[in-house]
């Protein structure tokens, strides 16, 4: 992990996809609220208003699928998260 990285990303996208592996409907319940506090979290520590927006759109998106009944397992499918793609990558040395 880079300088002026947000970890908080990271974790909050680990915890979708925890969400949407959940077995039942509690875990998938209790995976997506995790899921939108994480989200939450890596807005709070955002400096970029835009990511800062879409981060707190993420919170949203990640506590209203919690209210939502869990999927059947035929129906899973991955979610689409909100997030600008960088267009240089943070690891790469130029050389």
Do not use: C, I
């Not at 129906?75 to 240089?88: I, Q, Y």
Request: hydrophobic share 35%; aromatic share 4%; net charge negative.
């Amino acid at each position: 992990m880079g300088f002026g990285r947000n970890p908080h990303v990271a974790k909050a996208e680990a915890a979708e996809l925890k969400a949407q592996n959940a077995k039942d409907s509690s875990a998938h319940e209790r995976a997506w609220r995790e899921a939108g506090h994480m989200w939450e979290r890596a807005a709070e520590r955002e400096q970029d208003a835009k990511r800062r927006t879409l981060y707190n759109a993420n919170a949203e998106r990640a506590r209203a699928t919690a209210d939502e009944p869990a999927p059947d397992a035929s129906d899973v499918a991955p979610a689409e998260l909100v997030e600008p793609t960088p267009s240089g990558s943070p690891n790469s040395n130029g050389g």
